[in-house]
Each structure stands twice: as structure tokens, then as C-alpha cells.
């Protein structure tokens, strides 16, 4: 703690002086999971020292965790005590502040809700340097509530407390094929229900291939051919397993999945949105090629490789909240205008207002149904952006949806505001914390596609990684060297296992 605090005085030290200088600021974070091309700017404070596991309370079942420690090291040292966090990101190297500046679900969230609902206080320097601690019900509770999902417009989280559920061995993993988008969007919806399920997700593979996907966990011992894992280089990557398990399946298939095995569980591929750098690259997809190249194939080298070589200016990357009600008909859309096959389907318990949050009409129930929709989209920059464009007014105006806002937005700024639901409280916020020289949400989450383009046009070697493959191989270059290539056993499993 004693180090802790001196990073803190730092960090507060100079957030004070730009702030007294009137200038902006970039925050260091060490890692990223953005999808969005980065900017740049001369002022940075470097907080990637904040990478640590304070301590682990037993008999509170909470944890004091530094903002930049990644959900497989935040596992790693609960699991120790028999706790985990009730929502996990399916990604290793997504932080905990990342997770609560952010909006992070998984697969519990049915139940537990977004991330940042397991976090009981956190500890933030505000943009003048004041160092406060906030919680949900104390005395910053608005200045809580405002920051969980404004993407660190409002000041910059140093730790947080979170809390803990009893962690068991294994997950009782069933998959539930079904053989219609509408069937498989009901079911999950009555799975999502289930208060005793832990875990609920699916996959649409096609218009007649669906699979639910529910999971409890258990401290039974399974038969050893029942038990999976997906961590190893000779695993199945999780979705084409899946796939395979369920394809021609008429019952529920079940299997025992070690517990931060299925946590975990699309980290190799990045989902499938790993099958793309093998597309990019025109290079064979099969199981020895995935083998051979699975040091490459995790979320933390795919995210590095995928800015650094440009890809994600040509990469459609949307989550997109949708009231269960009105599903179908998008997903319908998406296959029409993307053509692109698997979606992830994900049932979220909703966040109250105000809160950058997605959200659908209260009427629709306390839950609503995620859409994951990643896939290339048009080569032409301008067609591109139109794709995008046009999923942001369709899903507002005629499915009643919401976008997550890690995704990329296109919106203009009155667009935005209006999708959000204004920004009054917001401002008042800003003005009350001292944080109206931070960027906005709005400033940190859009997507310029026009000053993109222009950049490429502008710096002859922005312009040469446009053509193919050198943004691929760059993308991998640049990836290995921020040492985010780490072929290592994860830490949570043990070397030989």
C-alpha cells in the first residue's frame, strides 16, 4: 500500500499541473483493448505501474485491486482463495478499471449485470489532482455512478474494491442447439431467467444454427472424458468446438469445463475474430496452421496487431443492445447488409439512468439481449463508414437498440447526445468534478473516418501500410515489440498442466 500511495501522490502531482496549465492529457495505461484508431498527444501520464493485487479479504469476500491488473491475473490470485469476481471478461488482458471506466459483460450478466455493479468503492484522481474515494451509496456517489462507463471523462480510477462469490472447480457447460434465429433468441431469453444458472451466452453460426449456451458451477467430479479445455495449443479454438459438438445434434450436449478454462474460453481466436488474420494473409485455416501459429492467435496480440496495422479502419467492431422483441428482425438486417456469420448473443441485466450504459425501454423487461457483430466490412473507406453509419440509424430508429460504446461510433456530436439520453447530467457532473478539460465521452469514443483517411493520404507510410500485406505484417511487428506477444503458460494454470 505504501507504494501504492507514492504512485497515487504522482500521478495527482502531475494530473495538477496540466490541469493548472490548462492542457490536455493522454493516460498510459501499459496495455489497451481498444478497437479504435489511438491519438496522440505530448502530455501523458504513465499509470502502468498500477498492475497489482493490493489484497484478497477472505472473510469480506472483496479484493483491493490497481487498475491496470488483467482479468487473468485478477483471477489467478482469487482463485488462490476460492473467490472470483461474479462477471469476468471473456479477455485476459482486460483491466479492472478498463472494465469499470468502461462496459464490460460476459456471460454472468444475466444476473450479476455489467461489471462495474461488482465494485463496492474506487479510488480516483480527479482532473485537478484531488485524490477522492467514491462508492455507491457515500459521498461521491454521483461522481460513482457518473464515472462507471464514462470511459475516464471524469477523473482517473487508481483502485477499486470489488467483490467476491465462491468459486468452484468446474463449469457444468450445456449446449443447446437450436435451428432458428427466433428459437434460438426465445430460449435464451427463458434461459436468462434461470436464477440457478450461472452463466448464460450463445452463438448464431447461421439463420439455422443456434446454439445456447448455460453454465453452473460445480465441484463435481466429472468422467475424464468429459472434462474440456481451451487454453492449449492442441485445444479446439471454443466456437468451432461448438460448432462441431452441436451441428447436427438434436439434445443438449454437456461438458465439464474447468473454471477459468471456461472463463476464458474464446481468448484463442479473439472469438473468431482471430479466422480473419488468416483471411487477411490468404493463409491456410486449419488445425495445424492454428497450432503452429497459436503464440499469435490470443486476444492481447490480435488487439495490438489489428491497430497497428490499420485493419480496424476496415473492421466492423459493434455490440449492440437490442430488447428482445425486435432481435430477430435485426439480426435479419445485419445478414442482409454485413454478411456476417457467427453473432454472439449475450443477456445483460440493465443499468438504472442515468448511465452511459447501453440500455432498451424499461417495458421490455429488466434484461436485454447483446449482439456481437465483428467482422471486415468494405475495403473503400467511405462505403465503410456508410455500413456503419447506417447501423447507427436503424438500430436506433427502427430496433430500439443501443450501442456499446468501446464499439466504434460514427454518430456527429448532436446525434450522440440525443442516443444517450442528453447530456444535462452529464455536464453538471464535468462542472461539479473539475473535469470539463478532460475530453468527453463523445470526444473519446468517435471514430473520425474523414481525419482517418486523410492521415493515410497525408504520411506516405500510413499511406504503404494501406496496401496488402504490409499493415498485416507491421500490425505483428509492432505487436511483438509492446511485448504483448507472451507465449507463456496463463496464470492460473499450472506449467504442465
Given amino acids: 500500500m505504501d507504494a501504492h500511495k507514492q504512485a497515487v501522490t504522482r500521478i495527482a502531482a502531475a494530473a495538477r499541473q496540466y490541469f493548472q496549465a490548462g492542457e490536455p492529457y493522454r493516460v498510459f495505461h501499459g496495455s489497451t483493448n481498444t478497437t479504435r484508431p489511438r491519438r496522440s498527444t505530448a502530455n501523458i501520464i504513465d499509470i502502468s505501474a498500477l498492475n497489482n493485487v493490493l489484497k484478497v479479504d477472505i472473510k469480506t469476500r472483496t479484493a483491493l485491486v490497481e487498475p491496470n491488473v488483467p482479468m487473468d491475473q485478477l483471477v489467478a490470485s482469487t482463485l488462490k482463495h476460492g473467490l472470483i469476481p461474479p462477471v469476468v471478461m471473456e479477455f485476459p488482458g482486460i483491466t479492472v478499471g478498463g472494465g469499470f471506466a468502461g462496459t464490460g459483460g460476459e456471460s454472468s450478466s444475466f444476473k450479476h449485470g455489467f461489471f462495474d455493479r461488482s465494485v463496492s468503492s474506487v479510488e480516483m484522481v480527479l482532473a485537478d489532482g484531488d485524490v477522492v474515494h467514491a462508492s455507491p451509496n457515500g459521498r461521491y456517489a454521483d461522481l460513482f455512478h457518473g464515472a462507471a462507463g464514462a470511459v475516464g471523462s471524469l477523473g482517473l480510477v487508481t483502485m477499486a474494491e470489488l467483490g467476491l462469490v465462491e468459486a468452484k472447480r468446474y463449469v457444468r457447460t450445456t449446449y443447446h442447439p437450436r435451428r432458428s434465429v427466433g ?57 468451432m468446438h461448438v460448432c462441431d459438438r452441436t451441428r447436427s445434434a438434436s439434445s443438449p450436449v454437456v461438458e465439464f469445463i474447468p473454471l477459468a478454462e471456461y472463463l476464458f474460453r474464446y481468448d484463442r481466436g479473439g472469438f473468431w475474430v482471430g479466422k480473419s488474420a488468416f483471411e487477411y494473409f490468404k493463409f491456410p485455416f486449419n488445425s495445424l496452421t492454428r497450432r503452429f501459429l497459436d503464440d499469435f492467435l490470443h486476444t492481447r496480440m490480435l488487439y495490438e496487431a489489428l491497430l497497428s496495422g490499420r485493419e480496424s479502419s476496415r473492421y466492423v467492431v459493434q455490440d449492440l443492445a437490442l430488447p428482445y422483441s425486435r432481435a430477430e428482425a435485426f439480426v435479419d438486417y445485419t445478414a442482409k447488409k454485413f454478411g456476417i456469420w457467427p453473432l454472439w448473443l449475450c443477456p445483460i441485466l440493465q443499468t438504472p439512468p442515468p448511465t452511459f450504459h447501453p440500455r432498451v425501454a424499461e417495458a421490455e423487461g429488466p ?42 461510433t460514427y454518430y456527429t456530436e448532436d446525434e450522440f447526445w440525443e442516443a ?46 494501406s496496401f496488402w500485406p504490409l499493415g498485416g505484417m507491421w500490425g505483428i511487428r509492432k505487436a511483438i515489440q509492446s511485448g504483448q506477444y507472451l507465449p507463456r503458460c496463463p496464470p492460473w494454470r499450472k506449467e504442465g498442466e
Fill in 183 to 239: 428459437e434460438t433468441i426465445a430460449f435464451i431469453r427463458q434461459e436468462a431467467m434461470n436464477q440457478a444458472r450461472d452463466y448464460v451466452d450463445g452463438i448464431l453460426f447461421s439463420k439455422d444454427h443456434g446454439v445456447v449456451i448455460t453454465g453452473e458451477m460445480t465441484d463435481e467430479e466429472p468422467p475424464p472424458d468429459e472434462v474440456r479445455t481451451f487454453s492449449h495449443s492442441t485445444d479446439p479454438w471454443f466456437y
Fill in 367 to 408: 434484461q436485454f439481449l447483446n449482439v456481437g457483430l465483428w467482422g471486415f466490412g468494405p475495403r473503400d473507406q467511405a462505403a465503410f463508414v456508410e455500413c456503419n453509419r447506417d447501423l447507427e440509424r436503424r438500430l436506433r430508429g427502427d430496433f430500439g437498440g443501443m450501442k456499446w460504446l468501446y464499439a466504434h
Fill in 420 to 465: 444517450y439520453g442528453g447530456r444535462g447530467w452529464y455536464d453538471e457532473l464535468r462542472k461539479k468534478y473539475r473535469a470539463t478539460t478532460l475530453p468527453s465521452v463523445y470526444d473519446k469514443v468517435k471514430v473520425d473516418g474523414e481525419a482517418y483517411g486523410r492521415q493515410e493520404k497525408e504520411e506516405w507510410g500510413a499511406w504503404a501500410l
